[in-house]
Protein backbone atom coordinates (compact mmCIF):
# COMPACT_ATOMS: atom_id res chain seq x y z
CA UNK A 1 0.00 0.00 0.00
CA UNK A 2 1.25 3.62 -0.54
CA UNK A 3 1.58 5.84 2.76
CA UNK A 4 0.38 8.96 1.57
CA UNK A 5 2.43 11.97 3.72
CA UNK A 6 0.52 15.01 5.29
CA UNK A 7 1.17 17.85 7.06
CA UNK A 8 -1.55 19.06 9.51
CA UNK A 9 -0.94 22.41 10.81
CA UNK A 10 -2.67 23.78 14.09
CA UNK A 11 -2.58 19.88 15.05
CA UNK A 12 -2.28 20.50 18.92
CA UNK A 13 -6.20 20.75 19.27
CA UNK A 14 -9.18 20.90 17.75
CA UNK A 15 -10.28 20.39 13.55
CA UNK A 16 -6.29 19.75 13.30
CA UNK A 17 -6.26 17.08 16.16
CA UNK A 18 -9.20 15.52 14.76
CA UNK A 19 -7.80 15.42 11.06
CA UNK A 20 -4.37 13.85 12.33
CA UNK A 21 -6.12 10.83 13.85
CA UNK A 22 -8.07 10.46 11.18
CA UNK A 23 -5.70 10.39 8.97
CA UNK A 24 -3.51 7.95 10.67
CA UNK A 25 -6.62 5.86 11.19
CA UNK A 26 -6.50 5.32 7.19
CA UNK A 27 -2.79 4.71 7.29
CA UNK A 28 -1.52 8.47 6.26
CA UNK A 29 2.15 9.30 7.73
CA UNK A 30 1.70 12.83 9.45
CA UNK A 31 3.63 16.09 10.22
CA UNK A 32 2.17 17.41 12.96
CA UNK A 33 2.72 21.08 13.69
CA UNK A 34 1.98 23.98 15.78
CA UNK A 35 3.48 26.01 18.87
CA UNK A 36 2.21 23.80 21.85
CA UNK A 37 4.90 21.02 21.88
CA UNK A 38 3.90 18.90 24.95
CA UNK A 39 0.38 18.58 22.98
CA UNK A 40 1.75 17.63 19.58
CA UNK A 41 3.78 15.00 21.68
CA UNK A 42 0.78 13.35 23.11
CA UNK A 43 -1.42 13.32 19.92
CA UNK A 44 1.94 11.81 18.29
CA UNK A 45 2.09 8.87 21.03
CA UNK A 46 -1.49 8.12 20.56
CA UNK A 47 -2.03 7.34 16.71
CA UNK A 48 -2.06 4.95 14.84
CA UNK A 49 1.06 3.99 12.75
CA UNK A 50 4.30 4.62 12.48
CA UNK A 51 7.00 7.43 11.14
CA UNK A 52 4.18 10.18 12.12
CA UNK A 53 6.54 13.92 12.76
CA UNK A 54 6.47 16.74 15.89
CA UNK A 55 7.09 19.79 14.29
CA UNK A 56 6.40 22.41 16.97
CA UNK A 57 6.29 25.71 15.41
CA UNK A 58 5.00 29.34 15.48
CA UNK A 59 3.40 30.30 12.07
CA UNK A 60 4.03 34.08 12.83
CA UNK A 61 7.70 33.48 12.56
CA UNK A 62 9.06 32.97 9.20
CA UNK A 63 12.31 31.13 9.90
CA UNK A 64 10.26 28.75 12.49
CA UNK A 65 7.82 27.81 9.20
CA UNK A 66 11.55 27.37 7.35
CA UNK A 67 13.20 25.10 9.68
CA UNK A 68 9.91 22.86 10.49
CA UNK A 69 9.36 22.20 6.10
CA UNK A 70 13.12 21.49 6.13
CA UNK A 71 12.73 18.70 8.93
CA UNK A 72 9.55 17.79 7.31
CA UNK A 73 11.78 16.96 3.94
CA UNK A 74 14.20 15.06 5.71
CA UNK A 75 11.90 12.65 7.31
CA UNK A 76 9.35 12.30 4.82
CA UNK A 77 11.16 13.29 1.33
CA UNK A 78 7.96 14.70 -0.07
CA UNK A 79 4.64 15.75 0.50
CA UNK A 80 1.27 14.45 -0.98
CA UNK A 81 -1.31 16.71 1.36
CA UNK A 82 -0.87 20.09 3.15
CA UNK A 83 -3.69 21.02 5.65
CA UNK A 84 -3.55 24.66 6.20
CA UNK A 85 -5.76 24.16 9.10
CA UNK A 86 -4.09 26.04 12.05
CA UNK A 87 -5.50 30.16 12.57
CA UNK A 88 -6.74 32.14 15.40
CA UNK A 89 -9.69 33.83 16.02
CA UNK A 90 -10.38 37.85 17.50
CA UNK A 91 -14.06 38.83 18.74
CA UNK A 92 -13.93 42.46 19.04
CA UNK A 93 -15.60 45.81 17.71
CA UNK A 94 -13.26 47.53 15.14
CA UNK A 95 -13.16 50.55 17.25
CA UNK A 96 -11.22 48.39 20.10
CA UNK A 97 -9.35 46.70 17.93
CA UNK A 98 -5.44 46.51 19.79
CA UNK A 99 -2.54 46.55 16.74
CA UNK A 100 -0.60 44.12 17.76
CA UNK A 101 -3.47 41.19 18.17
CA UNK A 102 -4.74 42.83 14.67
CA UNK A 103 -1.33 41.62 13.45
CA UNK A 104 -0.93 38.60 15.25
CA UNK A 105 -4.37 37.06 13.67
CA UNK A 106 -3.25 38.29 10.28
CA UNK A 107 -0.01 36.83 10.95
CA UNK A 108 -0.90 33.41 11.66
CA UNK A 109 -4.53 32.93 9.52
CA UNK A 110 -3.26 34.76 6.46
CA UNK A 111 1.27 35.23 6.38
CA UNK A 112 1.64 32.12 7.79
CA UNK A 113 -0.28 30.21 5.56
CA UNK A 114 0.92 31.95 2.82
CA UNK A 115 4.42 31.19 3.61
CA UNK A 116 3.48 27.33 4.47
CA UNK A 117 2.23 27.22 0.72
CA UNK A 118 5.42 28.43 -0.50
CA UNK A 119 7.72 26.52 1.37
CA UNK A 120 6.10 23.47 1.25
CA UNK A 121 5.97 23.79 -2.63
CA UNK A 122 8.92 21.76 -3.20
CA UNK A 123 8.00 18.97 -1.20
CA UNK A 124 4.27 19.16 -3.12
CA UNK A 125 6.09 18.85 -6.46
CA UNK A 126 7.61 15.37 -5.43
CA UNK A 127 4.25 14.41 -3.98
CA UNK A 128 1.56 11.96 -5.72
CA UNK A 129 -1.38 13.12 -6.84
CA UNK A 130 -0.65 16.52 -4.48
CA UNK A 131 -3.55 18.12 -2.50
CA UNK A 132 -3.52 21.36 -0.49
CA UNK A 133 -6.86 21.64 2.01
CA UNK A 134 -7.06 25.09 3.32
CA UNK A 135 -9.10 26.10 6.62
CA UNK A 136 -11.67 29.31 5.90
CA UNK A 137 -14.31 29.57 7.37
CA UNK A 138 -18.59 30.43 6.20
CA UNK A 139 -17.38 34.22 8.24
CA UNK A 140 -14.55 34.23 4.89
CA UNK A 141 -17.35 34.88 2.24
CA UNK A 142 -19.74 37.18 4.51
CA UNK A 143 -18.24 39.48 7.30
CA UNK A 144 -20.13 39.32 10.89
CA UNK A 145 -20.22 41.80 13.62
CA UNK A 146 -17.97 41.98 16.06
CA UNK A 147 -15.20 39.81 13.90
CA UNK A 148 -14.42 42.10 11.31
CA UNK A 149 -10.26 41.42 11.85
CA UNK A 150 -11.02 37.42 11.75
CA UNK A 151 -13.82 37.50 8.85
CA UNK A 152 -10.80 39.33 6.87
CA UNK A 153 -8.74 37.33 7.53
CA UNK A 154 -10.49 34.11 6.13
CA UNK A 155 -11.66 36.04 3.11
CA UNK A 156 -8.04 36.08 2.30
CA UNK A 157 -8.26 32.66 2.85
CA UNK A 158 -10.84 31.63 0.68
CA UNK A 159 -8.91 34.73 -2.01
CA UNK A 160 -5.72 32.68 -1.54
CA UNK A 161 -7.44 29.96 -2.51
CA UNK A 162 -8.76 31.17 -6.09
CA UNK A 163 -5.27 32.70 -6.68
CA UNK A 164 -3.09 29.08 -5.74
CA UNK A 165 -5.90 26.58 -7.07
CA UNK A 166 -5.14 28.28 -10.83
CA UNK A 167 -1.31 29.38 -10.14
CA UNK A 168 -0.67 25.39 -9.24
CA UNK A 169 -3.28 24.04 -11.98
CA UNK A 170 0.04 23.15 -14.43
CA UNK A 171 1.70 21.60 -11.03
CA UNK A 172 -0.90 19.49 -11.42
CA UNK A 173 -1.74 20.21 -7.31
CA UNK A 174 -5.13 20.41 -6.38
CA UNK A 175 -6.19 23.31 -4.19
CA UNK A 176 -9.46 23.13 -1.94
CA UNK A 177 -11.11 25.55 0.38
CA UNK A 178 -13.10 24.31 3.11
CA UNK A 179 -15.41 26.53 5.03
CA UNK A 180 -16.73 25.01 8.36
CA UNK A 181 -19.18 26.63 10.38
CA UNK A 182 -19.66 26.58 14.22
CA UNK A 183 -17.62 23.94 14.81
CA UNK A 184 -17.44 22.27 19.02
CA UNK A 185 -13.70 22.81 19.68
CA UNK A 186 -11.70 25.29 22.32
CA UNK A 187 -12.10 28.39 19.61
CA UNK A 188 -13.86 30.40 20.62
CA UNK A 189 -12.79 29.87 24.63
CA UNK A 190 -8.64 30.71 23.74
CA UNK A 191 -9.47 33.89 21.20
CA UNK A 192 -8.93 37.07 22.34
CA UNK A 193 -12.56 38.87 22.99
CA UNK A 194 -11.72 41.98 25.37
CA UNK A 195 -15.41 43.43 26.18
CA UNK A 196 -16.47 40.04 26.63
CA UNK A 197 -18.91 39.67 23.23
CA UNK A 198 -21.88 36.63 23.71
CA UNK A 199 -20.64 33.21 22.81
CA UNK A 200 -22.34 32.14 19.65
CA UNK A 201 -24.72 29.38 20.36
CA UNK A 202 -22.79 26.44 19.87
CA UNK A 203 -26.20 23.41 20.50
CA UNK A 204 -25.51 23.08 16.30
CA UNK A 205 -22.37 23.03 15.83
CA UNK A 206 -20.38 20.42 13.93
CA UNK A 207 -17.90 17.93 15.78
CA UNK A 208 -14.28 18.69 14.93
CA UNK A 209 -14.35 15.11 13.48
CA UNK A 210 -16.91 15.79 10.78
CA UNK A 211 -14.95 18.24 9.74
CA UNK A 212 -11.56 16.08 9.27
CA UNK A 213 -14.04 13.42 7.30
CA UNK A 214 -14.48 16.49 4.83
CA UNK A 215 -10.43 16.87 4.76
CA UNK A 216 -10.08 13.36 3.97
CA UNK A 217 -12.89 13.34 1.73
CA UNK A 218 -11.20 16.15 -0.37
CA UNK A 219 -7.86 14.54 -0.54
CA UNK A 220 -9.95 11.70 -2.21
CA UNK A 221 -11.35 14.34 -4.53
CA UNK A 222 -10.60 17.50 -4.60
CA UNK A 223 -12.92 20.39 -4.99
CA UNK A 224 -12.45 23.85 -5.39
CA UNK A 225 -14.55 25.09 -2.46
CA UNK A 226 -16.88 23.36 -0.04
CA UNK A 227 -18.76 24.94 2.64
CA UNK A 228 -20.54 23.10 5.14
CA UNK A 229 -23.40 24.33 6.04
CA UNK A 230 -25.71 25.46 2.88
CA UNK A 231 -27.40 28.52 4.67
CA UNK A 232 -24.08 30.28 4.84
CA UNK A 233 -23.21 29.43 1.52
CA UNK A 234 -25.98 30.47 0.56
CA UNK A 235 -25.56 33.97 2.70
CA UNK A 236 -22.38 34.57 1.00
CA UNK A 237 -23.85 34.62 -2.47
CA UNK A 238 -26.79 37.02 -1.80
CA UNK A 239 -24.50 39.32 -0.19
CA UNK A 240 -22.76 40.15 -3.84
CA UNK A 241 -26.31 40.06 -4.87
CA UNK A 242 -28.29 42.03 -2.64
CA UNK A 243 -26.80 43.04 0.64
CA UNK A 244 -29.78 44.65 2.54
CA UNK A 245 -31.43 41.16 2.54
CA UNK A 246 -28.00 39.24 3.36
CA UNK A 247 -27.78 42.15 6.26
CA UNK A 248 -31.40 41.35 7.76
CA UNK A 249 -30.82 37.43 7.44
CA UNK A 250 -27.40 37.81 9.14
CA UNK A 251 -28.42 39.57 12.26
CA UNK A 252 -31.21 37.11 12.85
CA UNK A 253 -29.21 34.59 12.50
CA UNK A 254 -26.17 36.03 14.35
CA UNK A 255 -28.31 37.34 17.98
CA UNK A 256 -26.37 38.76 19.86
CA UNK A 257 -28.28 42.26 20.15
CA UNK A 258 -26.95 43.43 16.45
CA UNK A 259 -29.09 45.57 14.22
CA UNK A 260 -29.74 45.52 10.21
CA UNK A 261 -28.41 48.88 8.77
CA UNK A 262 -31.82 51.42 8.27
CA UNK A 263 -30.27 53.44 5.45
N1 LIG B 1 -14.29 26.19 15.57
C1 LIG B 1 -15.03 26.83 14.68
O1 LIG B 1 -16.24 27.13 14.93
C2 LIG B 1 -14.47 27.15 13.31
C3 LIG B 1 -15.36 27.53 12.29
C4 LIG B 1 -14.87 27.83 11.02
C5 LIG B 1 -13.51 27.75 10.78
N2 LIG B 1 -12.65 27.39 11.77
C6 LIG B 1 -11.22 27.34 11.45
O2 LIG B 1 -10.75 26.02 11.67
C7 LIG B 1 -9.36 26.06 12.01
C8 LIG B 1 -9.13 25.22 13.26
O3 LIG B 1 -9.83 25.82 14.34
P1 LIG B 1 -10.31 25.02 15.64
O4 LIG B 1 -11.76 25.28 15.78
O5 LIG B 1 -9.82 23.62 15.61
O6 LIG B 1 -9.58 25.88 16.76
P2 LIG B 1 -8.52 25.51 17.90
O7 LIG B 1 -8.91 24.27 18.63
O8 LIG B 1 -8.33 26.79 18.66
O9 LIG B 1 -7.20 25.18 17.05
C9 LIG B 1 -6.40 26.15 16.48
C10 LIG B 1 -5.06 25.52 16.14
O10 LIG B 1 -4.25 26.50 15.48
C11 LIG B 1 -2.97 26.50 16.08
N3 LIG B 1 -2.35 27.81 15.98
C12 LIG B 1 -2.91 29.01 16.26
N4 LIG B 1 -2.00 29.99 16.08
C13 LIG B 1 -0.86 29.39 15.64
C14 LIG B 1 0.43 29.85 15.31
N5 LIG B 1 0.76 31.15 15.40
N6 LIG B 1 1.36 28.96 14.91
C15 LIG B 1 1.06 27.64 14.84
N7 LIG B 1 -0.14 27.13 15.15
C16 LIG B 1 -1.09 28.00 15.56
C17 LIG B 1 -3.21 26.11 17.54
O11 LIG B 1 -2.06 25.48 18.10
P3 LIG B 1 -1.06 26.12 19.19
O12 LIG B 1 -1.86 27.03 20.07
O13 LIG B 1 -0.50 24.94 19.89
O14 LIG B 1 -0.04 26.83 18.36
C18 LIG B 1 -4.31 25.06 17.39
O15 LIG B 1 -3.75 23.80 17.14
C19 LIG B 1 -9.00 27.54 12.17
O16 LIG B 1 -8.34 27.99 11.00
C20 LIG B 1 -10.34 28.22 12.34
O17 LIG B 1 -10.30 29.56 11.86
C21 LIG B 1 -13.10 27.08 13.03
Redesign the pocket.
Known sequence: MVVRRALV????????AATARLLATEGYRVGL????RE?LDALCAELEGEGHLVLP????QAEEIASALLKLEEAFGGLDLLVN?????YRARVEELDPSLLEQVFA??VR?LLLACQGALPLLRKGVSPVVVN????VGRRGVPGQAAYCAS?AAVTSIGESLRVEWSEEEIAVCTL?????A????G?QPNPSELPDPDMSH?AA?AEVAAHVLALDRAPKPELTLRKKWHWLGVLSAIAPRVADRLLVKRVGGGWSAPKR
Request: glycine share 16%.
Open positions: TGASSGIGLARRRCDLTNAGMGANGLSSVKSPALTTGFFSAP
